[in-house]
């Protein structure tokens, strides 16, 4: 069974940053295509960024995180992280990762397989 797991959420002032990670197990994180997902209070799941399992990697962004967010990962350390710099009060949300085998770097939650329980990230003006 795949297990995900975030963490380096927290409260943070506008224009700060912080790193999220998601450790993923149980699987061959290699071939997994990777996503991480936001869901801010009464809204939809919304993509943020993706990156592809491998080979020749794909990348995607959403146009709101563009420029300011960078997703990696790291193979040998079965981690996924998302590098949030210039953060602002809308960006507050619960933050996903969430993983699916093999594929392009997918912008849809439904194309994704497993996720984990969430991080919170709150931007204060």
């Known amino acids: 069974q795949v297990q995900l797991v975030e963490s380096g959420g927290g409260l943070v002032q506008a224009g700060g940053s912080l790193r999220l990670s998601c450790a993923v197990s149980?699987?061959?994180?290699?071939?997994?295509?990777m996503g991480w997902f936001r869901q801010a209070p009464g809204k939809e799941r919304d993509s943020v960024a993706a990156i592809s399992w491998g080979g020749s990697t794909t990348y995607y962004y959403a146009d709101s995180v563009r420029g300011r967010f960078t997703i990696s990962r790291d193979n040998a350390k079965n981690t996924l992280y998302l590098q949030m710099n210039s953060l602002k009060p809308e960006d507050t949300a619960v933050y996903y990762c969430?993983?699916?085998?093999?594929?392009?770097?997918?912008?849809?939650?439904?194309?994704?397989?497993?996720w984990g329980q969430g991080t919170q990230v709150t931007v204060s003006s």
């Open positions: 149980g699987g061959t994180f290699s071939r997994y295509t």
């Open positions: 969430a993983a699916r085998p093999y594929g392009a770097a997918a912008p849809h939650h439904y194309e994704y397989d497993y």
